[in-house]
């Protein structure tokens, strides 16, 4: 990046000049993704990867960063999801002794990326869903659980109930938005109805 702008001044300088950030935390990132991989640079300048997801993959075999690249090329994600997957990817990776790579080319990945009954974001939902249960089996039985169980109550739109995050503890939690007293009164007998329902039994551990 500084090749022709050797001096740390000038390039903040120019910059400025430009209406782009200028920090010394920004100076710092740029400087790192200069040295990456020249597709994964490419990939942030066109928007498709994020600069700080990009220095994280930067660091990984090149193998790796090809496919974080290529799948975010493809399915253009925020980049809290660019980072949930990546986290995810890496995690399983670790855990599973595999590379980031040979996850993404498994079948059950490609069958999602193939399909053309999805659209692009119903396969980066499956994509997240799929590596959320490879990740957390046990916690992805648990919502699954959990989903049934709330959808056989029958809540009123407005109403919704959240279990403990991570469903770890035994705090949840009633929603109820309303604008009106007959609102109220029918979320109220919403709620009574729910009580009666056996299902509601199944939101709560054993």
Same mark, same amino acid.
């Given at each position: ?6 001096? @740390?001044?000038? &390039? ?6 430009? #209406? ?10 740029? /400087?790192?993704?200069? #040295? ?13 990867? %994020? ?7 930067? @660091? +990984?075999?090149?193998?790796? =960063? ?5 799948? *975010? ?6 980049? %809290?999801? /660019? ?10 990776? #670790?855990?599973?002794? =595999? ?10 990945? =490609?069958?999602? +990326?193939? %399909? ?14 799929? @590596? ?22 029958? &809540? ?12 770890? #503890?035994?705090? *949840?939690?009633?929603?109820?938005? *309303?604008?009106?007293?007959?609102? @109220? ?16 039994? %199944? &939101? *709560?551990?054993?």
């Amino acid at each position: 990046m500084q090749d022709n702008i050797p001096d @740390l001044d000038d &390039l903040t300088a120019e910059l400025t000049a430009l #209406g782009l950030p200028s920090s010394r935390a920004i100076l710092d990132k740029l /400087q790192r993704l200069h #040295g990456l991989n020249a597709d994964l640079q490419a990939a942030v300048v066109d928007g498709v990867v %994020s600069l700080a997801v990009a220095l994280e993959t930067g @660091l +990984m075999p090149l193998s790796d =960063q090809k496919a974080i690249w290529e799948l *975010f090329s493809a399915l253009p994600m925020s980049v %809290s999801k /660019q980072k949930e997957v990546l986290t995810l990817a890496r995690d399983i990776a #670790g855990r599973d002794h =595999q590379t980031v790579n040979d996850l993404f080319q498994s079948d059950a990945i =490609q069958a999602i +990326m193939r %399909s053309n009954e999805y659209d692009r974001n119903q396969k980066t939902a499956s994509i997240r869903r799929h @590596l959320r249960m490879v990740r957390y089996p046990n916690l992805s039985e648990a919502e699954s659980q959990y989903q049934t169980a709330l959808a056989s109550l029958k &809540l009123d739109p407005h109403m919704r109930i959240d279990p403990p995050p991570g469903f770890e #503890g035994d705090i *949840f939690t009633l929603s109820l938005r *309303f604008k009106r007293r007959r609102d @109220l009164e029918l979320a109220f007998r919403n709620l009574g109805a729910a009580l009666e329902n056996p299902a509601i039994n %199944s &939101l *709560f551990p054993h």
